[in-house]
């Protein structure tokens, strides 16, 4: 993704840069260029890197600190770069049809990639489209269930009750009451919708999906396929743990609550939106009480601050080779949730300034789970400094699932030795059980994960071909879940309800594919990246800390950005183009093996 991509997607939001073009926004047609292509790019790149300034500061603004004013400010912004962005690509298309050397093409191309929102040039929808997406984001950010006037929860605290409650009652209560912030974002986000395809179609897509498929160095359709193919080649893992996954359920909480060839109560997985289901591992634990992989009673029994664990995070980097954080990401960073406002609390890291201002915005809370979310923000940040230097339409990721999967990537060497040896748990030692039950542990998040981070953009992909039609956003959106994860709705979800807005990314326009990808991706890294680090012995008991070689290879693909296509990026750290889901099936094969011997007698499916 570029820079501002990243700034816009990844933060949630929209949109930057520079005020320089606003006019251009109004011409109807491309005027003859003035300037060499060339020239035009080294402008386009000028005039980006200034705007992303104003814009990162009023979108950082708007995440840490919601009222009415700072999205008066976000809105703002947003719509200048909108502007300036639709200005900038009708300029472009002045060079359309000229032969161009590779790198100035490219630059054009992601120019007109470069936004998740894009908006029609009509100024008043321009205007309606900015102010929509920034409300949006704002009632998700804010959201909260309340059972009266007095009693309310917020969206961080009822995430902690669904992890930890075992009640089917209780869940069901926060389950339901987290949705009650989404029927207010139904109307806006149909109006979305009609806007960003009006936006997407002036920049000669056929629709926003069509428009984020073709970010991918590929054509739309070849992109939809190789992700089928990704998931196709996945999908026998998850079957195995979903069927494993249920049976327990069932012991747990009856089998008259979860009917076993039925899709799995949508509520009982650990999980506000069921996508990870590492916290029910004391249902699922195959061997209990053999491994101590106790990281949370660590970090409680030191009392690990926010920063402390952060700091955690950043040692793994410096111990590849990498710069410790600037001093600015400790003192501009928003770590803990502030007790006197609204802020989005969910995750997310920060390139400001060209990479030059990196920060990260959490809510950190004492847990292991919250602890590798860290070590993936890094691994954004990180990406964000290793292409600094790239001219800004170049500072992006090589695809967008590569900016999800590095620090995901880092995750994967968290094992017993490395936890052992930063302190993290008290021995290394893991018998044959132990790892099983770590698998388990890591199939919970990362195989459960598999279908919903393919499903979340196939029904966006629906609604903005218009295949999924407003009055069946709801119906649509539980088809998917039930066909792709096998799960239910723990009650009746008509469409007085809109399900999908429960999921920041969905308010938050930003596109989820990636992680998909990432979930495949990381592992491909990974078994290069231990190869290069000398690992001897299977993929999962590998950790690349401390590896200087393994660091060098990992930054020398980050530092290319989005500069080259992602199949070359790839090529280098992995010497092949095509990504590849042998890797995450070898890594699960002692799991697997497990659970089919588990499954054996049992009817799977739903
Ligand atoms: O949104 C995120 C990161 C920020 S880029 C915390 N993730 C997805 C999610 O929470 O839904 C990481 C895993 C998937
Ligand atoms: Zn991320």
């Avoid at 007095?150 to 009822?158: E, F, V, Y």
């Avoid at 890591?442 to 499903?455: C, E, N, S, T, V």
């Avoid at 629906?462 to 709801?474: A, W």
Wanted: aromatic share 10%.
């Amino acid at each position: 993704m570029t820079k501002l991509a990243k700034l816009m997607a990844g933060l949630a939001l929209v949109v930057m840069m520079a005020a320089c073009s606003e006019q251009a926004a109004d011409d109807t047609t491309a005027a003859a260029p003035t300037e060499t292509a060339e020239e035009f790019v080294a402008r386009a790149n000028a005039e980006l890197e200034e705007l992303s300034k104003e814009i990162g500061a009023a979108q950082w603004v708007r995440a840490t600190y919601i009222t009415e004013d700072t999205a008066v400010l976000a809105a703002a912004a947003s719509e200048r770069y909108a502007k300036w962005h639709s200005g900038m690509v009708k300029q472009a298309m002045a060079y359309d049809g000229q032969q161009l050397d590779a790198s100035t093409q490219r630059a054009i191309d992601l120019l007109k990639l470069g936004t998740s929102l894009p908006a029609p040039k009509d100024p008043q929808k321009l205007k309606e489209l900015t102010q929509i997406a920034t409300e949006l984001t704002g009632l998700y950010g804010a959201g909260q269930y309340c059972r009266n006037d007095n009693d309310c929860i917020s969206g961080t605290d009822l995430e902690g009750l669904m992890q930890t409650s075992r009640d089917f009652d209780e869940l069901e209560e926060y389950w339901t009451g987290w949705r009650t912030i989404t029927p207010p974002m139904r109307d806006k986000f149909e109006r979305y919708v009609e806007l960003v395809n009006e936006g997407a179609n002036e920049l000669g897509y056929s629709d926003l999906g069509e428009m984020w498929r073709a970010g991918f160095d590929m054509s739309p359709a070849e992109f939809q396929q190789d992700a089928a193919r990704l998931w196709e080649e996945v999908k026998p893992l998850y079957d195995e743990l979903h069927c494993a996954v249920r049976a327990k359920l069932g012991e747990h909480y009856g089998e008259d609550k979860v009917p076993q060839d039925e899709p799995i109560p949508a509520h009982l997985l650990g999980n506000m939106w069921a996508q990870e289901w590492g916290f029910i591992y004391d249902i699922m634990e195959p061997y209990p009480g053999v491994s101590d992989l106790d990281v949370d009673s660590t970090l409680k029994k030191k009392n690990f601050s926010p920063q402390e664990m952060v700091r955690s995070a950043e040692n793994f980097y410096v111990s590849l080779g990498m710069d410790r954080l600037p001093d600015t990401f400790w003192e501009r960073s928003q770590f803990s949730k502030p007790r006197d406002r609204e802020v989005v609390c969910h995750a997310s890291a920060w390139g400001l300034d060209g990479g030059n201002d990196l920060r990260i915005k959490m809510c950190i809370k004492q847990t292991y789970d919250e602890l590798r979310v860290i070590y993936h923000e890094l691994g954004h940040n990180y990406y964000q400094a290793a292409y600094k230097d790239q001219p800004p339409l170049f500072q992006g990721s090589a695809h967008s699932g590569f900016h999800e999967a590095i620090g995901d990537t880092v995750t994967l060497s968290m094992t017993p030795g490395y936890l052992a040896e930063v302190g993290l748990i008290s021995s290394a030692e893991e018998s044959e059980k132990a790892v099983i039950n770590r698998q388990m542990q890591m199939a919970l998040d990362k195989i459960a994960f598999l279908p919903f981070g393919k499903l979340i953009d196939e029904w966006r992909w629906g609604v903005f071909s218009g295949e999924i039609k407003p009055e069946d956003y709801n119906k649509a959106w539980w088809e998917m879940r039930t066909r792709y994860q096998g799960i239910a709705p723990p009650s009746e979800r008509g469409e007085e309800f809109f399900d999908p807005g429960a999921k920041y990314h969905i308010p938050g326009n930003v596109s989820y594919t990636r992680y998909f990808l990432a979930r495949i991706l990381q592992f491909q890294f990974q078994r290069s990246l231990c190869e290069i680090a000398g690992h001897e012995g299977d993929l999962a008991s590998c950790s690349i800390y401390g590896s200087k070689e393994a660091g060098a290879r990992f930054h020398a693909m980050m530092a290319s950005g989005q500069s080259e296509p992602w199949q070359d990026a790839l090529e280098k750290l992995t010497g092949t183009r095509h990504m590849d889901a042998t890797a995450i099936i070898d890594y699960f094969q002692p799991l697997m093996a497990y659970l089919k011997e588990q499954n054996a007698g049992r009817s799977c499916g739903w």
